[in-house]
């Protein structure tokens, strides 16, 4: 069995913000819908969070039990270990394409003679020594960078004030209600679905009556910061600008007077996205372990990292492609992952605890 330190409640909820910040706030998955990307997001936040909702009463039917442990007792110990194989790919899978989206960011906007896997090598080892320290130092600085992570946005937001147009913002719905629709579907699945990862941490809280609170807490603070980036960005560049640029955060940065923010805001978004990619590459590593019943975890850290580096180089030819490819393909190849399975996880789990409720009686 694998042992591990408790996390508090306000641990979690640091958690759960810096990994729903991922990379959103740099890939900005919406943005085809231009003016009315914030709709979109309220509405994928909406939704979102009845995603969440799902994995929430998943664990309080299974206390104390991670995602692998509820497959192998619902499904079997050998159907359930493949399918938890299938979730550790998923898990490595988004921590690959998150570290080359953050690589890549790097390489863009502050060193474009450095070769993203070079980067992705420094931003992995870091992450590693992280995971070998185990969830409760991950949490712990979680609680440091994410009011840093915060501050920093609302800073820029006060800075951005005299380039503000309110008016970009219109005309609204100028496209109709399918592609907001759309959109925010995109969004659901990035980054409110990836949050089925919390299925291998929620287990780590000292307290499971306040993984609700915990959770939805974070929910609600992360979405209120992202939909704050997504209007000052709107805001300050305009719907056409915003949908041309690569990193739209840098961009509107670079347009504060005076105020040289850039390489900060590009370490922000960095801290981010390295959330993110540090509790998938935990949540995998911990679940190869718990699949071949390892009693140590730390001895995958160092090649489960290396593999991390190599498909993030691999995947993708290029970072246009990488983006292409997320938009159209990603929402639907997570799906069974982020929607499918856990919600015949959350039916099994009902079922056979009515079951054992008349049995008690």
Known sequence: MIKDNKISASQLMFLVIAFLFSDYSIVMPSRNVKQDMWLAFIIAAVIGTILITIYLYIYKLNPSKNLIQILKEHFGSIIGSIIGLFYVWYFLHLAALITRTSSEYMVVTNYPETPATFISILYVLVLAYGIRKGIEVIARAAGIFVPILISLVVLTMFLLISEYNVKNVLPFLEGGIMPVLKASFSTVTFPFGEAVVFLMIFPSINKDKEVFKATYSGIFLVSLVLLAIILRDIFALGS??????????????SLIPSVVLDPIVSVNLLFGGGGATILC???????IAQIFNLKEYKVLVLPISLFVISLSAWLYDSYPQLVATAAKLHPYYAMPFQIIIPIILLIISMIKNKKTQKSEI
């Open 281 to 287: 590459m935990y949540a995998a590593i911990t679940g």
């Open 240 to 253: 056409d600008i915003l949908n041309i640029h690569v990193f739209p955060p840098h961009t509107s940065a």
